[in-house]
């Protein structure tokens, strides 16, 4: 359905925000989003509005620094220069990682540059997640950058300048549409749970720090293998990076037996209705009603038209039959690659229904107040 000179830089995009060199730093960013200072007990269409800033500021400094790499190591430096310097930085980062995740959980927040957000008129808020995205960005080169020279930024010099920036937009819709997928889903998830649950915060931050070290905790060891695999190609191999090499490897392969086009227009139309969801209460009627058509039109062609209830609807109806099943394998496979995300998903889910049903009694209970 999409040119096959799209579609291999989108699912590359998608892909690359689960790399295994950065793969860390996906987790980490959630839990420093879930973790920091804000107020969120702001309304419905200033928190969606709030999360998509954040999430594309944040996309916005990934694609920023592949887009400078592919600059750099056309016209300035080699790839391997680059190779050999980026482990060093991915230890730093995780450096500085670990003791902010021990300050939250001790009740501070040291003043770290890119990761200590302010609010106010002068707010440094996006410049912070801008930081953040840079840090991702470097961590990810050592895996990405060959693919990402060799498919995107080469396409400049094979099909022009007009193709290779489609192809680099491309790149970027698919790695965007990772991140923005989960930080909106987070924002809006932590709003209802603050506004709702507001017992749960503590834990809450608990979890996020936790994220943080145990983010930090990896990117130093995988720079430093890194760093042992450019000394010696002998080493041996680290079974924490083994193991979360093959996590991504799993996820990799799911995505291109799924199809990176599908996934990505699935992630952009479930982006495109949360934000819609979260913003029309506070429109204009007329506006409200025109985007909620555009909505229902989008799911009509996307979801009816083009896969036929294959793009979101199937897919996520069979995951929920299938998950029991997969609940129950928890303790008689517990090794098995998919049981972290899916006790985090069904945490998550749990949350999130005692959230609806919180708010739910909550309602009913003012309802009938005299």
Not at 195 to 213: E, M
Not at 275 to 296: E, N, Q, S
Not at 317 to 331: G, K, N, Q, T
């Amino acid at each position: 359905m999409i040119d096959i000179g799209i579609a291999l830089p989108f699912t590359l995009g998608i892909v690359t925000a689960v790399n295994p060199c950065g793969f860390a730093m996906l987790p980490t960013w959630l839990g420093y989003f879930i973790g920091r200072d804000t107020d969120d007990t702001r309304a419905r269409p200033e928190q969606v509005m709030r999360g998509l800033v954040v999430s594309l500021t944040l996309a916005g400094a990934f694609v920023m620094v592949f887009g400078a790499l592919g600059l750099a190591v056309t016209y300035l430096v080699s790839e391997d220069a680059v190779a050999r310097r980026t482990p060093w930085v991915t230890v730093a980062i995780g450096a500085m990682l670990i003791p902010y995740g021990i300050a939250i959980l001790a009740g501070r927040k040291p003043n770290l540059s890119f990761l200590q957000p302010r609010r106010g008129p002068r707010s440094r808020e996006l410049w912070s997640v801008f930081g953040f995205g840079v840090s991702y960005a470097v961590v990810s080169i050592g895996c990405a950058a060959p693919l990402f020279l060799l498919h995107v930024a080469g396409s400049f010099r094979r099909e022009g300048i007009i193709e290779g920036l489609v192809v680099y937009l491309a790149f970027a819709a698919g790695m965007t549409a990772v991140l923005t997928a989960l930080t909106l889903s987070l924002a809006v998830a932590r709003g209802g749970a603050v506004r709702h649950l507001r017992r749960l915060l503590p834990h809450i931050d608990r979890i996020g720090a936790f994220a943080l070290l145990l983010g930090g905790t990896y990117l130093i060891v995988y720079g430093v293998y890194e760093i042992r695999i450019l000394a010696d190609v002998n080493t041996a191999s680290n079974p924490v990076v083994d193991a979360v090499t093959t996590l991504q490897v799993h996820l990799t392969n799911w995505t291109a037996d799924m199809g990176g086009t599908r996934v990505g227009l699935a992630l952009w139309l479930l982006i495109w209705t949360t934000a819609i969801w979260g913003v029309t209460p506070a429109m204009a009627t007329r506006k409200r009603r025109d985007l909620l058509i555009a909505t229902i039109v989008a799911w009509a062609v996307l979801e009816g038209i083009m896969y036929r209830g294959e793009l979101v609807l199937f897919p996520v109806v069979r995951v929920a039959i299938a998950w029991p099943e997969r609940i129950s394998h928890w303790l008689s496979d517990p090794v098995r690659w998919a049981v972290p995300l899916e006790v985090l998903v069904t945490a998550t889910a749990v949350l999130v229904l005692l959230t609806w049903v919180r708010a739910a009694l909550r309602g009913s209970t003012g309802h009938h107040r005299p």
